[in-house]
Nanobody, 120 residues
Framework: QVQLQESGPGLVKPSQTLSLTCTVS??????????WSWIRQPPGKGLELIGA???????YYSPSLKSRTSISRDTSKNQFTLQLSSVTPEDTAVYYC????????????WGQGTQVTVSS
């Protein structure tokens, strides 16, 4: 059973960098052909893909967030990390990490989500 767990600050000030870590257990983040994603859901809105880091270690970013996003991984800890810079209150959302088969398959495992609020 694969489990994902998000961790990081719940409150970030405007203009700062949001940093979240997803710790994966029950499966390796380097296993062919899985992709590991960051997804968010702002209040009252739908799910938004932020980006992903597939098993190969390459990265994909949503075009609308690409200039502010960085996703990396630590294979020794089986973790992957999101950094979103220059945050504004519009970045307030529940942030999820999730796994999918390849970069186009369905998501099969999700973290429970973590609320991040951007406020001074």
């Amino acid at each position: 059973q694969v489990q994902l767990q998000e961790s990081g600050p719940g409150l970030v000030k405007p203009s700062q960098t949001l940093s979240l870590t997803c710790t994966v257990s029950g499966g390796s983040i380097t296993t062919n052909y899985y992709s590991w994603s960051w997804i968010r859901q702002p209040p009252g809105k739908g799910l938004e893909l932020i980006g992903a880091i597939p098993y190969s270690g390459s990265t994909y970013y949503s075009p609308s967030l690409k200039s502010r996003t960085s996703i990396s991984r630590d294979t020794s800890k089986n973790q992957f990390t999101l950094q979103l810079s220059s945050v504004t209150p519009e970045d307030t959302a529940v942030y999820y990490c999730a796994r999918r088969y390849t970069v186009v398959g369905a998501y099969d495992y999700w973290g429970q989500g973590t609320q991040v609020t951007v406020s001074s």
